[in-house]
């Protein structure tokens, strides 16, 4: 298959946990548990697409803007 994609370069970030600084919330806090649970959620839907992307090359719930297009 000469169109091989690899997860690398998907398009999309990858979840987690850490705040926009890098830091993570401290283990065994209120704090640790939500963020735990929607990086779980986040997480499975990033692997969802990028199975589907993997095998069709389309990301779905991902608009295509015109310039990708061309």
Do not use: C, I, Q
């Not at 970030?13 to 065994?28: F, Q, R, T, V």
């Not at 990301?59 to 295509?64: L, R």
């Amino acid at each position: 298959m000469a169109d091989e994609r690899k997860a690398e370069d998907f398009h999309l970030l990858k979840p987690s946990m850490a705040d926009e600084d890098g830091n993570m919330p401290a283990e065994g806090t209120t704090g640790y548990d939500l963020a735990k649970k929607s990086y779980d959620v986040a997480m499975e839907e990033y692997n969802e697409r990028l199975d589907h992307w993997l095998k069709t090359g389309e990301a779905p719930g991902v608009a295509v803007t015109p310039a990708e297009d061309e």
